[in-house]
């Protein structure tokens, strides 16, 4: 049995220092605005310096050591209107990303064995990318209170996310783009449809979208967190595709005692990776097919106002293992297809009140009274494999327990400002 008592901490430290060193803004008339400006971002991560504990199990990774990377991005938007139907809102962004040094990187022979390693000083260049994001979007007005909107996005995204497959708890890692780690690259289209009513009381909208993106990360399969401690991050990925699709239902109340809003969305997200599951495409792990939001604020009177939020959602998928086999006294899991299973589904209900306090010219408060997960949901969080018996006996039995965080959680909070 897992142990209550669970920590995992340091999955992966990641800092980063955001600046905008200048934005300009220009109106030539009330319809038409143009924005334009730059942003400096300082990247510092130390990926997969993992430690864990349950029971007496200790593990710990080791550090590992730190990557530094620079991003610049320069922007210029273009928001106007033609006629009393058609806004327009176009965009285009310069982004050049930088990884820096001081950082070894090990060549590699066919064999996977390090023949040599090139050293990169303190601020040196290791591999930068230039690219250009653009952006468009146009509503379409159908009377007052209506209107299409259309829109196309391309991104790249230079810091990356990967979990490993066949580990029992989160193992998320954040790594940047390297020479080897392209840029991922996303386009997104979308489609919909808004409508007010009673004098915009109401909002609803109804909106499609498909993303493609390139340039995906995972880990390869039999990639393990204590892998390539002192060597490069980079050689445990491999790289794939995926798309992205959906429909995205909004309905919001915006005027009076009570207010709110009812989202709910229907989307699908897969995977395509030549290395992994046979080149057949899989689930993402954050593919939810179903997910639903109900937010509701209420204010009794000019001191009080309550609130609940009702969440549920479809279970991440996770891949489980298939088999189990024992190599150098340990016990080994190999992994079954590949993201095949779903956890079960997410859902609680979080309900607050608040109080304002008084209030004078330099000082306001309010006292928020809340409850996480009202009727104590045991949401889960990961799964965990543990074996019961020796190794080598015909009665040995892994046993997998779900672990969950969060259960029913009263707190309260005062806020205070002062003018």
């Given at each position: 049995?897992?142990?209550?008592?669970?920590?995992?901490?340091?999955?992966?430290?990641?800092?980063?220092?955001?600046?905008?060193?200048?934005?300009?803004?220009?109106?030539?008339?009330p319809n038409h605005s143009i924005k334009f400006g730059g942003v400096l971002t300082l990247h510092r991560f130390t990926p997969g310096n993992a430690s864990a504990s349950s029971g007496d199990v200790?593990?710990?990774?080791?550090v590992r050591k730190k990557l530094r990377s620079q991003e610049i991005g320069i922007y210029l938007l273009d928001d106007f209107e033609i006629g009393n139907r058609i806004r327009i809102n176009a965009g285009l962004r310069y982004n050049y990303f930088n990884h820096i040094g001081p950082y070894d990187?090990?060549?590699?022979?066919?064999?996977?064995?390090?023949?040599?390693?090139?050293?990169?000083k303190k601020g040196k260049k290791v591999a930068d990318y230039h690219r250009l994001e653009p952006r468009i979007s146009l509503r379409y007005a159908v009377g007052l209170s209506s209107s299409f909107k259309?829109?196309?996005?391309?991104?790249?995204?230079?810091?990356?996310?990967a979990s490993f497959a066949t580990v029992s708890f989160p193992t998320d890692t954040w790594v940047p783009?390297?020479?080897?780690i392209k840029p991922q690259l996303s386009r997104q289209y979308s489609l919909g449809y808004?409508?007010?009513?009673?004098?915009?009381t109401w909002e609803t909208s109804a909106e499609l979208y498909y993303k493609n993106m390139e340039n995906?990360?995972?880990?390869?399969?039999?990639?393990?967190?204590?892998?390539?401690?002192?060597?490069?991050?980079?050689?445990?990925?491999?790289?794939?595709?995926?798309?992205?699709?959906?429909?995205?239902?909004?309905?919001?109340?915006?005027?009076?005692?009570?207010?709110?809003?009812?989202?709910?969305?229907?989307?699908?997200?897969?995977?395509?990776?030549?290395?992994?599951?046979?080149g057949q495409s899989f689930p993402s792990r954050f593919d939810r097919r179903h997910d639903l939001s109900v937010v509701v604020t209420h204010r009794v009177n000019r001191k009080w106002k309550i609130?609940?939020?009702?969440?549920?959602?479809?279970?991440?998928?996770?891949?489980?293992?298939?088999?189990?086999?024992?190599?150098?006294?340990?016990?080994?899991?190999?992994?079954?297809e590949r993201n095949g299973y779903r956890l079960p589904e997410y859902h609680r209900l979080d309900v607050s009140a608040t109080l304002k306090g008084k209030e004078s010219r330099r000082f306001s408060s309010s006292w928020t009274f809340s409850i996480f997960n009202l009727y104590n949901r045991r949401n889960p969080y990961f799964i965990s494999f543990q074996e019961d018996g020796d190794y080598f006996s015909p009665d040995l039995q892994i046993k997998a327990t779900q672990v969950s965080l969060f259960a029913f959680l009263p707190s309260v909070t005062w806020n205070f400002k002062f003018k």
């Amino acid at each position: 049995m897992l142990s209550n008592y669970l920590n995992i901490s340091n999955l992966c430290l990641f800092f980063i220092v955001y600046y905008e060193f200048f934005g300009l803004s220009f109106f030539p008339n009330p319809n038409h605005s143009i924005k334009f400006g730059g942003v400096l971002t300082l990247h510092r991560f130390t990926p997969g310096n993992a430690s864990a504990s349950s029971g007496d199990v200790d593990f710990n990774t080791g550090v590992r050591k730190k990557l530094r990377s620079q991003e610049i991005g320069i922007y210029l938007l273009d928001d106007f209107e033609i006629g009393n139907r058609i806004r327009i809102n176009a965009g285009l962004r310069y982004n050049y990303f930088n990884h820096i040094g001081p950082y070894d990187d090990f060549i590699k022979d066919q064999n996977n064995t390090t023949i040599d390693t090139v050293h990169y000083k303190k601020g040196k260049k290791v591999a930068d990318y230039h690219r250009l994001e653009p952006r468009i979007s146009l509503r379409y007005a159908v009377g007052l209170s209506s209107s299409f909107k259309a829109a196309f996005t391309q991104n790249y995204q230079n810091v990356h996310l990967a979990s490993f497959a066949t580990v029992s708890f989160p193992t998320d890692t954040w790594v940047p783009s390297t020479a080897r780690i392209k840029p991922q690259l996303s386009r997104q289209y979308s489609l919909g449809y808004y409508r007010n009513f009673k004098k915009n009381t109401w909002e609803t909208s109804a909106e499609l979208y498909y993303k493609n993106m390139e340039n995906l990360i995972e880990y390869k399969d039999g990639s393990l967190v204590e892998d390539n401690v002192a060597e490069n991050i980079d050689n445990s990925f491999t790289f794939g595709s995926g798309d992205s699709y959906g429909i995205e239902f909004l309905v919001k109340k915006r005027k009076g005692r009570t207010t709110g809003w009812v989202g709910y969305t229907i989307s699908k997200t897969t995977r395509s990776f030549q290395e992994l599951n046979k080149g057949q495409s899989f689930p993402s792990r954050f593919d939810r097919r179903h997910d639903l939001s109900v937010v509701v604020t209420h204010r009794v009177n000019r001191k009080w106002k309550i609130s609940g939020i009702l969440v549920y959602g479809t279970g991440n998928s996770f891949t489980i293992p298939s088999s189990f086999f024992t190599f150098d006294g340990k016990l080994v899991a190999e992994a079954g297809e590949r993201n095949g299973y779903r956890l079960p589904e997410y859902h609680r209900l979080d309900v607050s009140a608040t109080l304002k306090g008084k209030e004078s010219r330099r000082f306001s408060s309010s006292w928020t009274f809340s409850i996480f997960n009202l009727y104590n949901r045991r949401n889960p969080y990961f799964i965990s494999f543990q074996e019961d018996g020796d190794y080598f006996s015909p009665d040995l039995q892994i046993k997998a327990t779900q672990v969950s965080l969060f259960a029913f959680l009263p707190s309260v909070t005062w806020n205070f400002k002062f003018k």
